[in-house]
DNA sequence: ATGCTAAACGGACTGCGGTCCGTTTATATT
DNA sequence: AATATAAACGGACCGCAGTCCGTTTAGCAT
């Protein structure tokens, strides 16, 4: 279940249809998406996130290419369907799971141990979130990432940190994109510990604890 | 003048060549590279940074193709050449310049300039700076990007962050860049002294300073 | 001047994401 | 069962970044 619907081809910009997520509509409909969310992830399963191109997608699915598009809008909405069920485990942990990172914890223990858990969540499924936010301007407002925003900002008040929360937010979850965390462990080989280490520097100071 | 130089051509991802800078080689080869370059800066000027596709660029500068490519490798290869005066001029006062910016100025106050310096030369060339990083995994790699990540780390430690100032200088650096930068201003409607005043806090913060 | 060779050239070609539009079909209505 | 219609379908089509390879040429050596 769903926390925030995901609706993938909800990008502000473009496509009319905004598809409709599931038990909504025509039964063919939904059975391609399912169809097609299926061999989607056979095919990552099988190669990587790059080689799932959208042509291969529908081949495999035995469906038209138009129909990939329609039900999905693009290839990094495609993604944020895949994605969906991990967002959503992770949102239900941060709001409602136990302490430290779900609510009870004191807020500097909870933006720490909070920020740990995103660290290792994008570690686990980052190919597929960086292909999520390859896109475009809208980027940070798709629903789960302005949820993820709003908490850090919610957070930084509870913590005391009275200047700007908001955007101190947008800074600090900057620290946690997928780009960046996928490199630093992917290319410098840093130690997914050490970036834990590091945010919780950074947050401690930030809220002025110690 | 650079101060380091930007060689386009040099992700070490995938072209051979790594399409040499001005003064070396075939006389054509340069003239060329000039050609292209001002034909860029036209279509920039007067469209915009998404008009510039590799094949107008080429058919506007009356040149084949696979010359566009030989020279910059890629399209972000040519965005950073587009970018490299810019790019050199403001290195150039971050290491040599006046105070606040340049050296002269206590380590806070130079981050705290610093990132507002940055945070105005984003929003100037924002859009070619987006489409320059636009690429791969090695954005982080280039070597303007790595000096300035040095220069944070270096201030950092001037400032006696001693706890992986790397890594502190990477998630900093990381509040700074041109997407999140470019959404706050253009589709959120920050004001670019908020984003400032933002990034003072942070620091200052950080530091302990205050 | 002539010839040699490494380098640069150009444009056809590939694979991709994304769009368009004529055709088919599920479902509600009678 | 027959009909109507909105929705879904499929695949040809477009523009793009990037590659490949046969052709041309600049610059040097003779």
């Known amino acids: 279940m769903s926390l925030i619907p995901i609706r ?57 290419k138009g129909t990939v598009f329609r039900r999905f809008g693009s290839r990094a909405g495609l993604m944020m369907a895949l994605l969906s069920d991990a967002e959503a485990e992770f949102q239900g942990r941060f709001m409602f799971g136990p302490p430290p990172v779900g609510p009870g914890a004191p807020p500097l223990e909870r933006l720490i141990a909070v920020g740990a858990a995103r660290i290792a969540w994008t570690l686990e499924f980052g190919e597929l ?21 709003r908490h850090l900002e919610m957070l930084l008040r509870d913590a005391g940190v009275t200047a700007d929360p908001r955007l101190m937010a947008s800074a600090l979850g900057a620290a946690l994109e997928p780009e960046l965390l996928l ?28």
């Open 8 to 64: 993938p081809g909800a990008q502000s910009g473009g496509g009319r249809p905004a598809a409709p997520a599931a038990e909504t509509g025509r039964r063919d409909a939904a059975r391609n998406r399912e169809l097609l969310l299926c061999a989607a992830r056979e095919i990552v399963g099988e190669s990587s996130v790059d080689a799932l191109t959208m042509d291969r997608l529908a081949q495999r699915a035995g469906v038209g």
């Open 129 to 149: 979130a960086r292909a999520a936010d390859a896109s475009a301007y809208n980027r940070f407002d798709v629903p789960p990432a302005v949820l993820w925003h």
């Open 183 to 210: 490199h630093s462990v992917g290319v410098h080989g840093i130690a997914p510990e050490r970036l834990a280490e590091t945010w919780r520097e950074l947050v401690t100071r930030i809220v002025g604890g110690h």
